[in-house]
């Protein structure tokens, strides 16, 4: 680890020996103010932002978020813009000064209020942690920026650097907020992207969904037929639960459930049974998580659901897509998709079935996301998923099939690049421990935006939350993240930043 990086800190000290013969006085100390101040105005200010449910469609709670934004940044002495997708709030530099940006997004991922000990939209404290959809991604970020800015400008920290908080709409979605915002407005001259990992993300996987469609078809009879099935919230979420509706002869459904309810089950997952005339409805529990940055904590209930009952069903794409699952569940690396090679760097790829869901026509819709490594992209990682589902087909005597182009590709930054080397000196400060650069299977704005950084603010070593159910974080981390912020904002806006 090379030695912390503080020109500020030597600049502050020289300006004050200069000419003067009176004794030096301390420089500002922007974490002391924000303790003082700031700091007990964190945890209602999440409370507030993560009771606005901004799932992707619901516009009166992104309205409404908007307004608390703009009230609660005026509040804190700060400009708000609204530039439509993306909300601007800023601590003004001098004029014509360089910007530093930062980015984190105001929309979260959908929820099953079944699946969470408590109601996922109001925060709940408990044991120094608090619990609600957001507080990890990305509404404690966005909490823990507003009030580090409104600390740096108390503290009277001499800003060479004005510094834009940037925050998006659609992040989880069809991340075209960013992008679209990017075509009128410059960008900050370096942006660092609350929503990631500490000290510093310096490889981000690629993030592509497969989808796999099947037309009804039928090419044997079992004396069992799948008559509804769903499965799963969004793509990038593991399915914490899924179910199934059987059609079955009556006198046959009490030895259908006792085969189904006999077969062993991924562990951390469970099935439950509900018999009605002449249907067996099953379903399978497991636990939510990150698909990308916290599959291995997830227990895919879609897979559970295809180990049951995928044997009961007749020859024909509803065995065939279940079957699927059931290859591609045996790990979260993608084996069962092909995805065998680890990088040096980034390790293996991640990859998992996260939805499921019956058509109209009877035709099934299966999504996975994939998230792999520079050795495994585009080009290649298109072929390979092909070939692997066509040697499925064979094998199956299925007709599965995909469209997609994988066309997301890894971000790499050098780990010896000097903002690099800055983000982590600012960690160890703020922390007083060294750590490793960090690579993420998990994609930010950093990928869509020119000179910009994963930049925490999840502290290293800890299990992410963010897209579980039961989303939580310790309090004590998020101070400790606006102490590692307020280190990167003195070194940044004390120099032009590179």
């Given at each position: 680890m090379p030695t912390p990086h503080t020109p500020w800190r030597g600049a502050w000290a020289a300006a004050l020996a200069l000419g003067t013969g009176l004794a030096a006085a301390a420089p500002p100390d922007p974490y002391g103010v924000y303790s003082a101040r700031w700091a007990p105005r964190l945890v209602p200010l999440l409370s507030e932002v993560v009771a606005f449910e901004t799932v992707a469609g619901n516009a009166p709670a992104f309205a409404a978020q908007a307004q608390w934004l703009q009230r609660t940044a005026e509040s804190l002495g700060l400009v708000y813009r609204d530039q439509g997708a993306?909300?601007?709030i800023e601590l003004p530099g001098p004029a014509g000064a360089p910007v530093l940006g930062l980015a984190v997004h105001g929309d979260v991922v959908p929820v099953s209020a079944a699946e969470w000990s408590t109601p996922p939209f109001q925060a709940v404290m408990k044991d120094g942690v608090i619990q609600a959809r957001g507080v990890a991604d990305d509404k404690g970020p966005l909490v823990q920026a507003l009030l580090a800015m409104k600390a740096l400008q108390d503290s009277g920290w001499p800003r060479t650097h004005t510094i834009r908080l940037l925050v998006g709409s659609d992040e989880e979605t069809a991340l075209k907020d960013m992008p679209s915002y990017l075509t009128t407005h410059a960008a900050p001259d370096l942006t660092l992207v609350l929503d990631g990992y500490f000290p510093v993300v310096v490889g981000e996987m690629s993030n592509n969904s497969l989808l796999v469609e099947a037309a009804p078809a039928v090419r044997g009879d079992t004396g069992v037929r799948l008559l509804q099935l769903q499965a799963g919230l969004a793509r990038n979420i593991i399915p914490g639960a899924a179910v199934a509706t059987l059609e079955v002869a009556t006198a046959a459904l009490p030895a259908l459930r006792q085969r189904i309810a006999a077969r062993p089950l991924p562990p951390g997952t469970r099935l439950e049974f509900q018999a009605e005339d002449g249907a067996l409805i099953v379903s399978a529990f497991g636990r939510a998580a990150h698909a990308g940055v916290n599959a291995q904590g997830g227990r895919n209930a879609l897979v559970a659901l295809a180990t049951a009952i995928a044997p009961e069903l007749p020859p024909g794409s509803d065995r065939d897509v279940l079957t699927l699952v059931q290859q591609a569940g045996v790990d979260v690396n993608g084996t069962g998709l092909g995805l065998t090679e680890a990088h040096p760097l980034f390790g293996r790829a991640v990859a998992a079935p996260t939805l499921l869901s019956r058509q109209a026509d009877g035709s099934l819709k299966l999504w996975f996301t994939i998230r792999s490594h520079p050795a495994l992209s585009g080009e290649v990682l298109t072929e390979r998923v092909q070939a692997q589902l066509a040697r499925f087909n064979a094998d199956q005597g299925a007709r599965l099939r995909s469209a997609n182009r994988f066309t997301s590709e890894p971000q790499v930054h050098d780990p010896q690049?000097?903002?690099?080397?800055?983000?982590?000196?600012?960690?160890?400060?703020?922390?007083?421990?060294?750590?490793?650069p960090a690579i993420m299977a998990g994609g930010t704005y950093a990928k869509h935006m020119p000179n910009a950084f994963a930049f925490g603010m999840w502290m290293p070593g800890k299990p992410y939350t963010g897209h579980d159910a039961d989303e939580r974080i310790e309090v004590a981390d998020l101070h400790l993240g606006v102490k590692v912020l307020l280190e990167a904002l003195q070194d940044f806006t004390g120099e032009p930043a590179r």
């Open positions: 993306v909300a601007e690049s000097p903002t690099v080397q800055r983000l982590l000196a600012a960690y160890a400060r703020g922390t007083g421990k060294a750590a490793a």
